[in-house]
């Protein structure tokens, strides 16, 4: 069962997460999620993952709509 270990390889971390292996890849490339590497295979702390998710879902508040100039002239 991946999502009661804490450490997690590509697999589980992409099963997890809800996102193909390969994107994984390229976020742990681009540094944007946070993950180490145990020997030559990168490894995932559900812990770390489940605080990233936390912060990244704190960040994206739903921007308010930008009246147009013509709908503010009134």
Not at 33 to 53: E, T, Y
Request: no cysteine.
């Amino acid at each position: 069962m991946a999502d009661s270990r804490e450490v997690m390889n590509v697999r589980q971390a992409s099963q997890y997460l809800g996102v193909s292996p390969d994107t994984l890849y390229k976020y742990v490339g681009e540094q944007r999620i946070p993950a180490f590497k145990l020997g030559n295979r990168w490894r995932f702390k559900k812990s770390k993952l489940d605080q990233w998710m936390e912060d990244k879902s704190s960040e994206v508040e739903p921007r308010p709509k930008r009246k147009s100039k013509a709908a503010g002239a009134q």
